[in-house]
C-alpha cells in the first residue's frame, strides 16, 4: 500500500538556518503531494502541495519539489525563524484532490533565537 | 477556507466507557473524514463519513467499535466504544473544500480532541 517516511526527529535549528525536511514515498499510480503543519495549540493546516511530477510548491519561504524518479518531496526553507518552530507531516493521496491522506509521521522543529 | 470546530478539545476516560466527538463544519461539505494519531505515530485514516450513507472504514476499523454518524452536510459524530488504554490518542476530523472554481482541493481539519483512557 501507499506510505510515506519521514526524517525523524526532533530537529533543533537556530534562527537563519538552513532547513531540509526529507520525505520520501511509495505509491502506486501519480500521488498528489503535501507538507502540513501543525502549529502549538493549533489544527493542522495545509503549507504546500504538488500534484504532478516536477511540480514545486511554496509558501511562506517553505519549497517542496515533487521528484518522481526519487519519490521523494524534500521540504526546504533558506532561513527559518523561531515562528517556523511547529510539526511537520508529510502526506500523499492517490485519490484527485486531497481525500483519503496518507501521512508521514510528523518532525518536530524546533527554532532557537 | 472551512473552518471546523471539534469537541470536547481533551477527556481522560474510564476503560470499557464511550466517547463521542463532534464535529461542526462551517459551510456544507459532502465528505468528512475522522483521522487518529496515536502517541508518537502518524495520523491514520479511520472512516470517511458521507451524508445519507453509512460511513465507510479503512482496514482495521470497525464500526461497532467506531461509530460515526453524518445527520446532515455540516456535522458529523465519531464515538469511541468500550474504550482501552490502546485507544488514548488524539481524534481529527477532516473535511475537503474544493476551493473557487474546484480545482484547488484542500484538506481542512480540525483541532484534535486528545483522548486518555485510563
Known amino acids: 500500500g501507499n506510505s510515506v517516511t519521514q526524517m525523524e526527529g526532533p530537529v533543533t535549528l537556530s534562527e537563519e538556518a538552513f532547513l531540509t525536511i526529507n520525505c520520501t514515498y511509495t505509491?502506486?499510480?501519480?500521488?498528489?503531494l503535501f507538507w502540513y503543519v501543525q502549529y502549538p495549540g493549533e489544527g493542522l493546516q495545509l503549507l504546500l502541495k504538488a500534484t504532478k511530477a516536477d511540480d514545486k510548491g511554496s509558501n511562506k519561504g517553505f519549497e517542496a519539489t515533487y521528484r518522481k524518479e526519487t519519490t521523494s518531496f524534500h521540504l526546504e526553507k533558506g532561513s527559518v525563524q523561531v515562528s517556523d518552530s511547529a510539526v511537520y507531516f508529510c502526506?500523499?493521496?492517490?485519490?484527485?484532490?486531497?481525500?483519503?491522506?496518507?501521512f508521514g509521521q510528523g518532525t518536530r522543529l524546533t527554532i532557537n533565537p | 477556507s472551512a473552518v471546523i470546530s471539534q469537541k470536547p478539545s481533551r477527556d481522560i476516560c474510564q476503560r470499557g466507557t464511550s466517547l463521542t466527538i463532534q464535529c461542526q463544519v462551517d459551510?456544507?461539505?459532502?465528505?468528512m473524514f475522522w483521522y487518529r494519531q496515536q502517541p508518537g505515530q502518524s495520523l491514520t485514516l479511520i472512516a470517511t463519513?458521507?451524508?445519507?450513507?453509512?460511513?465507510?472504514?479503512e482496514s482495521g476499523f470497525v464500526i461497532d467499535k467506531f461509530p460515526i454518524s453524518r445527520p446532515n452536510l455540516t456535522f458529523s459524530t465519531l464515538t469511541v466504544s468500550n474504550m482501552s488504554p490502546e485507544d488514548s490518542s488524539i481524534y481529527l476530523c477532516?473535511?475537503?473544500?474544493f476551493g473557487t472554481g474546484g480545482m484547488n482541493t484542500e484538506a481542512f481539519f480540525g483541532q484534535g480532541t486528545r483522548l486518555t483512557v485510563v
Open positions: 477532516s473535511v475537503e473544500d
Open positions: 459551510s456544507q461539505v459532502t465528505m
Open positions: 505509491a502506486t499510480g501519480y500521488p498528489s
Open positions: 502526506a500523499l493521496s492517490d485519490q484527485q484532490g486531497a481525500q483519503k491522506l496518507v
Open positions: 463519513a458521507n451524508q445519507g450513507s453509512e460511513a465507510t472504514y
